[in-house]
C-alpha cells in the first residue's frame, strides 16, 4: 500500500541513485535513505553560489535534480517512520 504512494522518479534523480549517491542508514532501528557526503558537500556548494548569485544553468538544472532527491528521500522516509511506527502501535495493541 505504501509503494502505491510513491512519486515516480524523474530521469536525473534515478541517475543519481544507480550513483550511488544515496545510502541507507540506521536511525532508531529504522533504515533511513540519506545523501551520500559527497552530494551533501556539492549541494552546499550549488546553495553558496546561489547566495552570490553565481549559478550557471547547469548548476542551477544540477540543484532542482537534487531538491527533487531530497523531496523524494523525505517522501520515502516518511513512509518508512510511519509504516515502523504504526507496526509498533499494532503490536502494542
Excluded: C, W
Excluded at 552546499?44 to 547547469?58: I, N, R
Amino acid at each position: 500500500q505504501a509503494i502505491q504512494q510513491l512519486p515516480k522518479l524523474k530521469n536525473g534523480v534515478k541517475k543519481l541513485i544507480n550513483d550511488q549517491s544515496v545510502n541507507l542508514k540506521i536511525e532508531q532501528g529504522v533504515v533511513i535513505f540519506r545523501a551520500s557526503k559527497e552530494m551533501q558537500t556539492r549541494i552546499e556548494d550549488l546553495l553558496e553560489k546561489v547566495k552570490t548569485d553565481s549559478l550557471s544553468a547547469a548548476e542551477e538544472k544540477e540543484l532542482t535534480i537534487y531538491q527533487e532527491l531530497d523531496d523524494y528521500l523525505s517522501h520515502v522516509n516518511r513512509l518508512i517512520r510511519n509504516s515502523t511506527h504504526n507496526s509498533e502501535v499494532s503490536l502494542a495493541a
